[in-house]
């Protein structure tokens, strides 16, 4: 969700800063992210991780190369749809969406941001847990789920929180 | 000469040899480390090749594939360091190996092999904090990590078999990978592998591998069309790799003795540089290289197949020979060779099968698997125990390892007392194995699912507990694990499940079980229900089967087994001698016990009105406790393992019904199904999943292990024997477990050997009209204070083996639900042959029930 502006703003800094200034900057703009992993969750924890991914994506060099040549659209909703947003990977690139996009690989559903915290960044990750105590609900390829799942952790390593 | 030379049959005077207690230590030490040579190189070579762009993968494609990477692989003659577990971390420590067997199944000491081809990518998530997982972590280094990360998983990211398949299924196949992904009704394990089967290493150690590729050459030449000439061809590229890999480790070892200053080690390298020359090409000549042939073999086994019960079948049969010539000539001492066997144990265990966070909760603790048998008799029905089933029954006690898992055959008809006593003895002095199994009624179970007499009586132990044809059976035994209390549930509740509320119909309606009107309608809807599982998991077997054929030759495999020579055709088309799927049917005791109570409480006494005990089902028997103290007690409602006759008719019913369930069915090689009752740690995980049952067993509560009766209600250890000795063979084709604890019993050993002994001889002679005895039976023999102890303080019992239900592993490693299983099973006091009764065991801090 980040606008064209920010991208391109960070797109600069990605090319100019040292991977160690990129770091440092990843956490700084990450604050409230990392403040939701470390403290309570609220109802904009998807919208900060992935907007946290998004921007990490667009400024780091190093977290970017991991999504060389990925291409997928993932939607993540609340059961009561309440809560939803489209993460979609393009080869280097990442952009999140408002809202459900009609065509994905992986469909997440989850009951609420807890959750989902603990089917993505728990450091026990227990998706056995999730699935069996009905709190998360996913369609599509699993492999999918496990890259966005080691993206989404080695994010929260980068910010120090895993 | 005697088969049997040995006079004190318990070998008690051999001891470990000091490098080799060393080199045990270390792999006690050692964590296991995640390898990615193989994935690595599977990945470069597939990619090299084009095949991630084929709408198929042939045989000769896959077999220049496996060549290539067995050419390439490292040539590890001896490790040299591991990782070990600190209270800070991973440190690396060093060791000295001393082994006579150069090579390994990865680069690392203990090391976890990947197949990105099946469920590797399952440890993506994790790869940046699996060496601190609490549960069985494995070391991986950051730079290993990145490997993974950039270099092998995305490139499989469509290509693993179950997004092969299901990019390739109908509607109807997707649905029913839904179906095995509730986790509730079934596991499928095609998506993981097939392996489960015994190669043939007989023709490897006799003719060597030069006479292998020479026959496949000439029958190449015969062959009328492309097909065949490619397979052949296809195991021509696949043995000319493996001898290359030898090749490469003679050369590795000759290298390394050029730079060894200490003499001792120089000599023993040279050796290896020998050795490895000329074998496996050429045919073995000793005892010990008979060995090193057998474990290059495996390697190339395992480069192909997953590590998931691979076994290595009756090596006491092939290699007697050898053994008896080395001893005549004054080469060989007893010592000598249990030293080999322990070397030739740690690297069979030198490999972990990976297994990510949520898997440990289902599987946690388990080995690779990978079963001996030893003992039972020849083709002809002849004593075919030998001095070797004794030397590897002692390795086996001094090494105390998880793998190989020990299977020990015997025959009530044809054996000897003291054959019989020196098994129960290795049992008293591991606590946990070998395993024993009665020849006559596994002979007679695999005479009724198609093997001939020679062929059923030459029969070795698959993965846990499944018999088939050493070297000839392609069987998958681990195929299907059917949740039968699911079936019951279904009945219940009307096709429906509750964890999935009233409104979702998972299968059909077989009717409100309030209003049918007997006990016999009622188990025709739990038969009805049963076979519409057991019909989901079949159809999803086959079509994963139709997957591995399309894009997992198996040329290996193909080249060490007896069929696909002769066929022209891969173990994978059907080419072995002998094909199956198996069946392994979790909770049948429960579900036995279920019905009885049913029958007994609703329809023969109208205690409670059917409707009445489904709300006590819903409520998990709160507001219920009279009904749950009946239930729970064997003599006011019968209760399978009490020799009671309409508890065990329940429990033959079912078994019976579910062997004519799939009997008729064909697999995709054109192999029968089996049924099998060994549950490995499953019967905790369904356990985990499911409501309470009508047995008295309340949600989340373990199932009972194998053919196991249900812990607590069996106070008397023979009426629980006679009642699973009454269980038909034929219609148990894929095996069975019947777990038992005893109490060791301090001071008269003697005393507790001889009850022991008699138990089990009495087990396995409890023929009558339709049984031939027990089939199998395993034991824990340890005492619930050491269990306890164990919980406290895990570190301090890393050795602690155990039965769980089917294979060994070490209590440390199993999740509370399993430990808690095991300590919670009945367990009976041999000087009375009564239960012995303890406080329930708390689950372990972290556990929860589902």
Not at chain 2, 186 to 208: L, Q
Request: charged share 25%; net charge neutral.
């Amino acid at each position: 969700m980040a606008s064209a502006f920010t991208r391109s703003t960070l797109g600069v800094a990605s090319r100019v800063l040292p991977n160690r200034a990129q770091g440092w900057l990843v956490r700084s703009l990450c604050q409230p992210l990392i403040s939701q992993l470390c403290g309570q969750l609220t109802d904009q924890f998807l919208g900060m991780l992935l907007g946290g991914m998004e921007l990490a994506f667009a400024l780091s060099r190093d977290y970017r190369r991991n999504i060389q040549g990925f291409r997928a659209t993932f939607v993540y909703t609340t059961r009561d749809g309440s809560v939803a947003r489209s993460a979609v990977f393009d080869n280097g690139k990442m952009r999140v969406h408002r809202g459900t996009l009609p065509s994905w690989q992986v469909r997440i559903t989850f009951r609420d941001a807890p959750a989902l915290k603990a089917f993505l960044l728990s450091d026990e990750p227990d998706s056995l847990d999730s699935i069996l105590a009905d709190t998360v609900e996913t369609e599509g390829n699993l492999n999918y789920v496990y890259r966005i799942g080691f993206l989404a952790r080695d994010l929260a390593r980068r910010l120090g929180v895993l | 000469m005697s088969s049997v030379t040995i006079d004190d049959l318990s070998l008690q005077h051999v001891k470990l040899p000091p490098p080799l207690a060393a080199l045990r230590e270390a792999y006690f030490q050692a964590v296991p480390e995640v390898c990615p040579e193989r994935a690595a190189l599977i990945t470069k070579f597939s990619l090299e090749a084009g095949l991630f762009q084929r709408d198929r993968i042939a045989v000769l494609e896959k077999a220049r594939l496996y060549r290539r990477v067995l050419e390439n692989r490292l040539p590890v003659v001896w490790h040299t360091r591991a990782h070990r577990r600190t209270p800070e971390g991973m440190e690396e420590f060093a060791f000295e190996d001393t082994s006579p067997f150069a090579g390994s199944t990865t680069t690392r000491f203990k090391g976890v092999p990947l197949y990105p081809e099946f469920l590797a990518l399952g440890l993506w998530p994790e790869l940046w904090t699996i060496s601190r997982r609490k549960a069985n972590p494995y070391y991986l280094s950051e730079a290993d990590a990145r490997t993974l990360n950039f270099e092998v998983f995305p490139h499989w990211m469509e290509h693993n078999i179950t997004e092969l398949a299901r990019a390739r299924g109908t509607d109807q196949d997707r649905e029913r990978l839904r179906l095995l992904q509730k986790l509730l009704f079934f596991v499928a394990s095609k998506p993981n592998c097939i392996s489960h089967t015994i190669p043939d290493f007989s023709r490897a150690v006799r003719e060597g591998l030069r006479a292998v590729i020479e026959d496949a050459q000439a029958r190449k030449d015969l062959a009328g069309d492309a097909a065949r000439k490619d397979f052949y061809q296809g195991l021509v590229e696949v043995l000319e790799g493996l001898i290359a890999y030898a090749r490469s480790l003679a050369a590795a070892a000759a290298s390394r003795a050029a730079r060894e200053a200490d003499p001792a080690r120089k000599a023993a390298l040279e050796e290896i540089a020998r050795i490895y020359l000329r074998l496996p090409e050429q045919p073995a000549e000793t005892f010990r290289e008979g060995l090193t042939t057998i474990w290059l073999c495996w390697i190339a086994v395992h480069l192909e197949n997953p590590d998931v019960g691979l076994s290595l079948g009756r090596l006491d049969q092939v290699l007697y020979d050898l053994y008896r010539r080395d001893v005549e000539a004054g080469r060989l001492s007893v010592e000598a060779a249990v030293e080999l066997l322990g070397y030739l144990w740690l690297k069979i265990g030198d490999h972990v099968p990976s297994v990510p966070n949520a898997g440990e909760q289902l599987f946690g603790g388990t080995g690779s698997n990978q079963a001996i048998t030893i003992g039972g008799v020849d083709g002809e029905g002849r004593d075919a125990v030998n001095d070797l089933t004794y030397i590897m029954l002692r390795a086996t006690e001094l090494m105390l390892l998880r793998d190989p898992n020990l299977n020990a055959r015997y025959h009530p008809e044809v054996h000897s007392d003291a054959y019989l006593r020196r098994l129960c003895q290795a049992n008293l002095n591991t606590g946990a194995t070998p395993a024993l199994h009665n020849d006559r009624a596994v002979i007679r179970a695999l005479a009724a699912s198609g093997h001939t007499l020679a062929q059923a009586r030459d029969y070795g132990l698959i993965g846990c507990v499944e018999p088939g044809s050493n070297g000839r059976f392609y069987g998958h035994s681990g195929a299907i694990l059917v949740n039968l209390p699911a079936a019951l549930e279904l009945a219940l509740f009307n096709g429906r499940h509750r964890r999935f509320g009233r409104d979702a119909l998972i299968s059909f309606e077989t009717g409100d079980p309030a209003s049918l009107a007997s006990f016999a309608q009622f188990k025709e809807a739990v038969r009805r229900q049963a076979l519409w599982v057991l019909g989901e998991a079949i159809a999803l077997n086959d079509w994963f089967g139709r997957i591995h054929q399309q894009f997992y030759p198996t040329p290996i495999l193909s080249a060490l087994f007896e069929g696909p020579m002769e066929k022209g055709q891969d173990v994978i088309e059907g080419g072995a001698c002998l094909n199956a799927s198996g069946i392994a049917v979790i909770g049948l005791a429960d579900v036995a016990d279920s019905l009885t109570a049913i029958e007994t409480l609703v329809y023969q006494e109208g205690r409670i009105e059917f409707a009445g005990f489904l709300d006590a089902l819903r409520h998990n028997y709160e507001g219920y406790e009279w009904l749950l103290t009946r239930l729970r007690d064997p003599q006011r409602t019968p209760r399978f393992g009490n020799d009671h006759p309409q508890a065990d008719a329940n429990a033959v019913w079912l078994i019976r019904m579910l062997d004519e369930a799939v009997k008729g069915r064909l697999n995709y090689r054109g192999g029968r199904y089996r049924v099998g009752y060994w549950t490995m740690t499953n019967h905790a995980g369904f356990g985990r999943l499911m409501g309470a049952t009508p047995n008295g067993r309340k949600a989340g509560e373990n199932f009972s292990s194998g053919l196991t009766p249900c812990s607590g209600v069996t106070p008397f250890l023979i009426p629980a024997l006679r009642s699973v000795a009454k269980l038909p063979p034929e219609a148990i084709t894929n095996g069975m477990a019947l777990n038992l604890k005893f109490t060791p019993e301090e001071g008269d050993r003697d005393r507790m050997l001889e009850s022991f002994a008699a138990a089990v001889k009495g087990y396995f002679e409890a023929a009558d009209g339709q049984s031939a005895g027990g089939m199998e039976i395993q034991f824990n023999v340890t005492s619930h204070r050491r269990f306890l102890a164990a919980l406290e303080a895990p570190s301090q019992f890393e050795q602690l083996l155990v039965r769980v239900s089917g294979y060994t592993a070490y209590f440390k490693d199993l999740n509370p639900q399993m430990q808690q299983e095991i300590i919670e099973r009945t367990e009976y006091r041999l000087s009375t042959g009564e239960a012995v009764s303890y406080e329930p065991v708390p689950l372990a801090k972290g556990a929860s029930h589902g």
